[in-house]
């Protein structure tokens, strides 16, 4: 069975990432619920506690950008976007059952944060300095999808209509001022090229929270034009992967004669097709399966047990050091695949979610308390440093989506009862 080996400590031991070898064709299920509780335990009782306290910039406002392994966060110039990703993160918390009251407080403390640093037409500014200065004029489209996704969630939580009223707003001026002439968006309003798919997997995925909180047609529109942007432009259709950079005319980038692609941007598009597709009933035209396949076929090293940064369109490793945010990226496309299968197929899936599990594990739980690590080196070794503070919308929303599957799976499991089966 597959097991993270915690010792007395709660941390997963450090001789390997690699999950205990499984029995051929074995039922995964009490495998998958011990995995996702031991994250869920983590996430409350390590993680959350410290960025809900030592993550507050109680003097300025918002939330730190990076947390040291010992010592308090420097203090220097701040992305807002972070904070937005924080409201989302706490959103999240509340959502898998975290204390109501305190993941309330650190959203309203990071709304009131983005409130004060958006624009007189609701953009939201990109950099400050260390004295909360605008740092960099002009807009980036991907703070907006942040932003965006921020407001969705909290208004999810706090149910305050002058949320909603600010998102519609807001995605009036996206559309007035980001519009490229063909299709999607500009990067920038100062510097809109390169044009990227980044911000738009970021809208996408604001607009599938919108979609299922109002029923305001902008937001089904949005998602749709976001997935035909992934099917015309964005995806390559040879290799299933999607391209990271754009000219002006939507013609992917090339360094020297080859194009670059990040796996785990690959993988965090599938899984907002697979949610699209869920939440409208539209046509992901098979796309999911194929991308999640090439994501891990071309991007997943198997020596570590995890997710490449970057490889060449020719399959040969770009970067083979391995962030934090393509391993849970890619336990959530694996999960959301195994959702659409039976039999063989569902159980590959799984096995490699459980894979997946393992390698954000020994990320999340083999460092300072609530704290992460968040490059793993070409050796296996981890880079030293902070923890980005950016990453916990990441790492909560793998734990989230590994939480409910779970909870689903346990309805196959009978001889687990619930309150053996639910962590407290």
């Not at 198997?302 to 997710?307: L, P």
């Not at 159980?347 to 894979?355: F, H, I, Q, S």
């Not at 030293?384 to 916990?392: H, M, N, Q």
């Amino acid at each position: 069975m597959f097991s993270f080996m915690f010792g007395r400590s709660g941390r997963r031991a450090e001789a390997s990432l690699q999950p205990q070898p499984l029995p051929p064709e074995a039922d995964l299920g009490p495998a998958l619920c011990s995995a996702a509780d031991n994250l869920r335990k983590h996430l409350f009782e390590e993680i959350l506690p410290l960025w809900s306290t030592v993550g507050l910039d109680h003097a300025r406002g918002g939330y730190v950008e990076a947390l040291p392994p010992v010592g308090a966060a420097k203090r220097g110039p701040r992305r807002v976007r972070v904070t937005a990703r924080q409201v989302y993160s706490f959103c999240e918390a509340a959502q898998l059952g975290w204390n109501r009251a305190a993941a309330v407080a650190c959203v309203r403390h990071g709304h009131r944060f983005l409130l004060t640093n958006s624009g007189p037409d609701g953009l939201l500014y990109n950099l400050l300095d260390e004295d909360n200065d605008v740092q960099e004029s002009g807009y980036q489209l991907v703070d907006q999808a942040f932003l965006l996704l921020a407001y969705a969630r909290a208004y999810h939580l706090l149910g305050d209509e002058d949320i909603a009223l600010r998102a519609r707003r807001l995605h009036q001026v996206i559309v007035g001022q980001f519009s490229h002439g063909d299709d999607g968006y500009r990067d920038g309003s100062n510097q809109p090229f390169p044009l990227r798919s980044t911000p738009h997997m970021h809208l996408l995925e604001a607009a599938l929270s919108w979609i299922a909180l109002s029923p305001d047609t902008i937001w089904t529109k949005l998602a749709e034009d976001m997935v035909a942007l992934l099917k015309s432009r964005l995806l390559d259709p040879e290799t299933a992967l999607v391209f990271s950079a754009f000219d002006p005319q939507w013609r992917p980038l090339k360094e020297g004669r080859m194009h670059r692609f990040e796996p785990g941007l690959t993988f965090e598009w599938a899984w907002l097709m697979m949610r699209w597709e869920e939440l409208t009933g539209g046509d992901t035209a098979g796309y999911p399966d194929r991308m999640v396949q090439a994501a891990e076929r071309l991007g997943h090293d198997v020596e570590r047990n995890v997710t490449v940064n970057a490889i060449w369109s020719n399959g040969a490793v770009s970067d083979a050091a391995a962030r934090l945010w393509p391993q849970t990226e890619r336990l959530k496309a694996w999960l959301a695949l195994s959702d659409r299968h039976f039999g063989r197929e569902a159980w590959t899936a799984e096995k490699r979610a459980l894979e997946a599990a393992a390698s954000v594990q020994a990320y999340v739980a083999n460092h300072a308390n609530g704290l992460w690590r968040d490059t793993m080196l070409n050796d296996g070794s981890f880079l030293p440093g902070e923890a980005p503070a950016s990453s916990l919308y990441h790492i909560i929303c793998a734990i989230g989506e590994f939480t409910r599957y779970a909870r689903r799976r346990r309805e196959s499991l009978p001889f687990l009862s619930f309150a053996e089966a639910e962590p407290a």
